[in-house]
Structure formats: structure tokens, C-alpha cells
């Protein structure tokens, strides 16, 4: 008998410290992690942003052959980046309509390097507004912006880990959730946000366990690299490492000698043929130009579900097949494969939407979680009426982290159609617009009673994605007509989106004003029947 | 004054969890991912398996911290942990 | 299509398992269905899943196919949630609306 209430007083007590490690561990970061979370979820189509940020480059209706694409720009290297000790091309797949590429310059120490955008038709830099597309929510996703790339990625981890203690906790607090998720009492009475987080922390969560996880895997040299450091002491122990990872040619010297690339093209068909014809991915060339040159085509990302390199090896002045490296080992591969699962490149457009939707509910999720927050603890107040400062900060930073990053986001795509171009650092000024109009959201948020913060900026949100293919089809020649006459479902497809994702804002701006009336109606219902037994009685 | 005194007191065992997650859990999970490498398997994938399992480590060093009955217990366990771990860590070194 | 038939197959198998418990059950039926029916509702659930998995495993590979495979159940579990909500919602108006239309009638009356 007393063991029985010891032990169940012990479970009512880590059910109990496991809710505040949630609550804390959610809450702490939870603006950093709700950021991360929906420059997430939009980066599965960063390909498709970009397309969308750069009009002025034609849609291709037919990927263009990779062999032929690989030695336009070989060539083309040649003449921009002669003289550099190692290039890198990817080649296009279905969803890019140019060339990225980059290679090493002789500049401060070994980091310097240049990059451009290729038209894959004629080789030639294409010349359309310079922008960073659907790259900068990619890398403000897990560097954010403004900061050394080493302090933002370490901040993406922490908050990445307090997720990570989030989900175990919340998953012990409420064991019982999945036993019982469709005996619930779903639905009733105004207590939605905590059932929504719930709702999406329950359905989501394989996902939102494999996507931090991974997300920690993505970058674990860097957090954890005391093993590393431990077992290799000598370059060379640590390039063995290295070739498990990603694709590795061994530098070597240059021999001095100058002598041209064999054919380029004939290298990547013989990658066609292992692989398939539109599944090349890089192109790696160490020493272009010199005697001593290798080439290296890898494997493109479709059909497998890893990111472990497979690639074959070429003696760059020949031609010919001196490696093909298609296996790492146990440990590799693993994360070769949890690396894939976090970055989702080898899905179909289904697939891509699939991630996109589930990692938009965890978003959701990450969003109903801080303002349930808000709404338990004003329950708990003493004078609900003049919260303390911590309670109001939280309720406004709550405001410029959700929605207001909804208007950034759009603002940074209105600047996008906006700005001038050329003009000079244009492409840092569209990522200016996006952080100084989410500074203006908190600055509204700070001014206004939340309540109306709320409404007013949904209603903004929604005004601005609404209008976004507006200014599409005024700015630009493509605008929706176009698009879904020719079947070009990128641009298409991104319209469309943002005026779902505007439907949606507007059904949150309505749903949070109709919650103020629910309170004062509270006394409606008896005045019908007492109208209507005083007048019986007449 | 005193009330304030006792406040900071009641407090410490919540500071004392804290750093124990915090900077504890990160100790283990990094001591671990070098006392990995006394396993019988080639370098870079022990190295590899270490970095792969260390957050794994470090979640469940934070989730016993805030389990266990007492602060005390909490760095208890850390510790006993870390006794395990150091010796296979330190003939890697 | 292939994405098609393995969320109408997902939807399919969350709906049967969700009309294997009591509660829904009560709530959608009135009343409790018979154990074998509950018991069947089960199986076939669980089945429709598998048969989902397999068809995705069989089509693309073993990884791409679980990927998929726990896409579409996340999918399907959600909206399978959502209608029971919505049904919920609209059974309780319904029920709201015939009380008061009752009490009026009764006040009325007299």
C-alpha cells in the first residue's frame, strides 16, 4: 500500500518538474526556435523562392542536359576564374533555372572565394537583380544574420537543444497523450490554444523529434568536436575523416605545368550512366588548368535518402576514371542519412510538400506553445488588468516573433519587386528591409494594447501577401495569368501560396477578435427567455 | 532583508540544477563522445558515432537532472557517470 | 498518384481506428458498437496502413517510401482530428439549437 502512493506520488512528481522543464525550455528560446522554424519550413522551397526573386530569368520547361550544361560553365571558369586552385558547379536540377558556382580566389588566407550565377543555355553569368533569394531564410534558418557565422549557428544550436529537452519532457508530462489521442474531449469550450498545441505537438511529433535532432547532426562538428580532436593529430588522420563525409579529392601540389581539362562533358556522362540522366549533382575541379588536375562528379540527391559522397574521380587532363567511392562507413552513412532526412533534397515535389506542411505545423506548434503561455499565466495574475513588466515583454515579444516575422518575411519579398535595380549592395538592402520592418512590428507591439497588436498586424500580414502577387503581376513580366497559362507552376505555385497563407492570417485575425465578444456575451442568453415570459404573461 | 536573504536561498538548489544541465550535461555528453573512441571500431567512426550520440547524452543528462529527488542527486549521478566514462576517455587521450 | 492513393488509404485507416474507440463511437453512433466491430475496425485500420507502407516501399525505395510513408500519416491523423472536431462542433450547435428551440416552443406554450 505505501509503496503504491510512494510510487505514485513519485510519478505526480515528474510529471510535475518534467511541466516546468517544458514550460521553461520551450519558453526561453521559444522566439529564437519559432524563427528557425518558419524560415525552415518556407527553405524546402528555397529553390522555387529563388526562381521567383529573379524574373527576369526565364523558366526552363525542360531541365537541359548535364553533361552539356557541366562544360558550358567548365569553359566559362576558364575564363573568369583561370588560375584558381579548385572550383565547384552544380549543375541544374528540375527545380533551379541557373548554374551556382564557386570557386577559390587568391585572397586573405585559404576562406576567400568567389561565386556566381550561371545561365545553363550559353554558359554566361546571368545578369538578372542581384538578390539573395530563397538563400537568405536557408541561412538565416540556421545562422541568422548580422552575427560571425560561428555565433549564429552555436545560437541555433542551443536553442535547437533546448528544443530537443522540450519534446522529451513534454512527452513524459503527457504519457497518457497517446493512449488516449482519439478519446480526447477535443474542442470544447475556449481553451483552443492549448488543445492546438497539443493537437500539433502529438501528430507532428516524429517529425519535430527527427528534425532537431538532425538539425543538431547538420552541425555536430562543430558543437561536439572533442573527439575529433582527440583521435586525429596529424592532417592526414583528419582528411580520413573528411572523405566520410563529403566529397575529397586530395589536394596535392600543383606540378607548375599548364594543360587544358579533357572533356568535361564525356566525364559527366559516364556519371549519367551510373547514376541516371538528370541525377549529377556537383562538379568538383582541384588545380583546372594544370597538369595535375582532377575532376570529381558526384551523385545527384534523388532517389536515396543520404547525403553520404558517392562520386567518381577523373584524371582532370585525360579523362580518365580513377576512383569511384560509393560506400562510407557505418557510422557515416548514418549520418549521412540523418542529414538527408533533415534537409529533405531527395523528395518529389509531394514529398517537399509533405515537409513543408508537417514542418509548418511544428512552427504552428512552437507559435500556440508562447502564447499559451501568455493566456495561463494571466489566469494566475493578481490584477489581470496591470500584468507585471515580465508577463507584458513576454506578451509583446510574442507578437513581433509570430506575426511580425509573417510581415517581415512578405516585406523582404516586397523589397524584393521594389527595389531599384542595378543599385549598389542590393542584395544587402532587401535583407535590411526585411530586419527594420520586423524591428517596426515590435516597436508596434510595444505601443499598441496586445490585443489589438494582434488583429491589426494579422490583418497586415494578410493585406501584404494578399497584395504580393499583386505587385507580382504589376512589377514583372509574369504575373498569375501567365504563369498558369504556361504551366509555370513556380511562380504560379508561389502566388497561390501567399494567398492561402493571407486566407489564413485573416482567419486569425478574426478568430482573435471574435474572442474578445466571447467574454462579454456571457450574459446574453438569459435575456431571451425573460422577454419572452414577461411578454406571455401581458 | 532577511526575506530577501531567503529567497536567493530557497533558490539555489534551481541554480545549482541549472548548472548542472547546462554545463554538466554538456561535460558528459563531450566526455563521452571521446570515451567512444576506446571502442573497437576504426577512428573516424568512432569519432563519428561519438558526435552522433553525444546529443542524445546531453538531452538525457538534462532530463535526470531535473528528475532526480534532490539538487544533490542530480550532480550525484552526473558525477557517477563521468567516473565511468573518464578512465575509457583518458587511455584514448 | 501514387501520393494520392496513399493518403486516401492513410485517411481511410486513421478513420477506422478512431471509430474503434468508445468514445467516438458514443459520440458519432450513439452508442457503443458491438466488440467484433470494434475489434474489426481495429485490424482493418491497422491493416490500411500497411498496405499503405507497402505500396510506398514497393513504389519508391525501403527509405524514400518510410519518409513518405510518415508524411502522409502525420497528414492523415491530422485531418481524420480535425473532422471528428468539426463533427463535434456541428452535433453540439444541432443539439444546442433543438434545446433552445424547445425551451421557446415550451415558453410560448403557456
Known amino acids: 500500500m505505501k509503496a503504491d502512493k510512494e510510487a505514485q506520488r513519485a510519478g505526480r512528481g515528474i510529471r510535475q518538474s518534467m511541466s516546468g522543464l517544458h514550460t521553461w525550455a520551450g519558453l526561453l528560446l521559444g522566439w529564437v526556435l519559432y524563427a528557425m522554424f518558419l524560415t525552415g519550413t518556407v527553405s524546402y522551397f528555397k529553390d522555387e523562392l ?107 544550436g542551443i536553442a535547437a537543444m533546448f528544443m530537443l529537452v522540450a519534446i522529451i519532457s513534454g512527452v513524459i508530462t503527457h504519457k497518457r497523450i497517446f493512449v488516449d489521442f482519439f478519446t480526447f474531449r477535443w474542442g470544447k469550450g475556449q481553451r483552443s490554444w492549448l488543445e492546438a498545441h497539443n493537437a500539433l505537438s502529438v501528430f507532428g511529433l516524429p517529425f519535430h523529434f527527427m528534425i532537431t535532432y538532425t538539425g543538431l547532426v547538420t552541425l555536430m562538428a562543430l558543437y561536439m568536436p572533442w573527439g575529433e580532436n582527440a583521435a586525429f593529430k596529424t592532417p592526414a588522420e583528419r582528411q580520413q575523416m573528411t572523405s566520410e563525409l563529403s566529397v575529397f579529392i586530395q589536394p596535392g601540389k600543383p606540378s607548375g605545368q599548364s594543360a587544358p581539362l579533357a572533356s568535361v562533358e564525356d566525364m559527366v556522362r559516364q556519371a549519367q550512366e551510373r547514376w541516371g540522366k538528370g541525377n549529377v549533382g556537383r562538379v568538383t575541379f582541384v588545380h583546372p588548368g594544370d597538369a595535375a588536375a582532377r575532376v570529381a562528379v558526384a551523385r545527384g540527391e534523388a532517389g536515396r535518402v543520404s547525403m553520404s559522397p558517392q562520386y567518381m574521380e577523373f584524371e582532370g587532363t585525360t579523362g580518365k576514371l580513377l576512383n569511384v567511392r560509393d560506400s562510407v562507413g557505418a557510422a557515416a552513412e548514418t549520418r549521412g542519412v540523418l542529414y538527408a532526412l533533415h534537409l529533405g533534397r531527395f523528395s518529389d515535389t509531394q514529398t517537399r510538400w509533405l515537409y513543408f506542411l508537417v514542418s509548418f505545423m511544428g512552427t504552428a506548434m512552437v507559435g500556440t506553445g508562447l502564447v499559451m503561455w501568455t493566456v495561463k499565466r494571466r489566469s494566475r495574475l493578481r490584477d489581470p488588468e496591470r500584468p507585471h513588466f515580465g508577463f507584458r515583454l513576454v506578451e509583446r515579444l510574442n507578437i513581433a516573433s509570430i506575426v511580425g516575422l509573417s510581415i517581415a518575411m512578405t516585406a523582404f519579398l516586397w523589397a524584393n519587386r521594389l527595389l531599384p535595380h542595378p543599385m549598389e549592395a542590393r542584395a544587402d538592402w532587401e535583407i535590411h528591409a526585411f530586419f527594420a520592418v520586423w524591428a517596426l512590428t515590435l516597436l508596434h507591439a510595444l505601443l499598441r494594447p496586445a490585443k489589438a497588436a494582434w488583429i491589426e498586424q494579422f490583418w497586415t500580414a494578410a493585406a501584404l501577401l494578399f497584395l504580393l502577387p499583386v505587385l507580382n503581376a504589376l512589377t514583372t513580366q509574369r504575373p498569375l495569368w501567365h504563369s498558369l497559362a504556361q504551366g509555370d507552376w513556380v511562380f504560379a505555385g508561389i502566388d497561390v501560396t501567399c494567398w492561402a497563407l493571407a486566407l489564413l492570417h485573416v482567419v486569425l485575425a478574426v478568430r482573435t477578435a471574435r474572442n474578445r465578444s466571447i467574454v462579454q456575451s456571457k450574459r446574453m442568453p438569459q435575456v431571451p427567455v425573460a422577454i419572452a415570459s414577461s411578454g406571455a404573461a401581458e | 532583508m532577511n526575506a530577501l536573504i531567503r529567497q536567493v536561498w530557497a533558490t539555489g538548489p534551481l541554480i545549482s540544477r541549472i548548472m548542472a544541465a547546462v554545463f554538466g550535461g554538456y561535460a558528459l555528453a563531450a566526455l563521452a563522445s571521446v570515451a567512444v573512441l576506446a571502442l573497437p571500431m576504426s577512428k573516424p567512426q568512432a569519432v563519428l558515432t561519438g558526435m552522433l550520440a553525444s546529443f542524445a547524452i546531453y538531452a538525457a543528462a538534462v532530463i535526470w537532472v531535473f528528475a532526480a529527488r534532490s539538487a544533490w542527486k542530480s550532480w550525484a549521478g552526473l558525477i557517477v557517470a563521468a567516473a565511468v566514462l573518464t578512465p575509457l576517455a583518458w587511455s584514448v587521450g | 498518384m501514387i501520393h494520392l492513393l496513399a493518403l486516401g488509404l492513410c485517411l481511410a485507416g486513421f478513420a477506422a481506428l478512431a471509430f474503434a474507440t468508445h468514445r467516438q463511437q458514443r459520440d458519432i453512433f450513439g452508442k457503443a458498437l458491438p466488440r467484433v466491430t470494434t475489434y474489426g475496425l481495429r485490424a482493418a485500420g491497422a491493416g490500411v496502413l500497411l498496405l499503405a507502407l507497402g505500396i510506398l516501399v514497393a513504389a519508391k525505395s525501403w527509405s524514400v517510401g518510410l519518409v513518405i510513408f510518415s508524411g502522409h500519416t502525420t497528414m492523415a491523423a491530422a485531418i481524420v482530428f480535425c473532422a471528428l472536431i468539426g463533427w463535434g462542433r456541428l452535433a453540439a450547435r444541432t443539439a444546442r439549437r433543438r434545446q433552445n428551440d424547445a425551451r421557446v416552443r415550451s415558453v410560448t406554450r403557456r
Open chain 1, 50 to 156: 529563388s526562381q521567383w526573386t529573379r524574373p527576369e530569368l526565364a523558366r526552363l520547361s525542360q531541365v537541359p542536359d548535364q553533361a552539356a550544361v557541366a562544360q558550358r560553365i567548365a569553359d566559362e571558369l576558364g575564363n573568369v576564374a583561370a588560375g584558381s586552385s579548385q572550383w565547384s558547379i552544380r549543375l541544374p536540377d528540375g527545380r533551379n533555372n541557373s548554374v551556382y558556382a564557386f570557386w577559390r580566389t587568391r585572397g586573405q588566407g585559404q576562406r576567400a572565394f568567389g561565386e556566381a550565377n550561371f545561365d545553363p543555355t550559353t554558359g554566361q553569368k546571368i545578369s538578372s537583380r542581384e538578390t539573395l533569394g530563397g538563400e537568405f531564410f536557408f541561412r538565416f534558418h540556421f545562422q541568422l544574420h548580422y552575427l560571425p557565422v560561428v555565433w549564429g549557428r552555436w545560437i541555433a
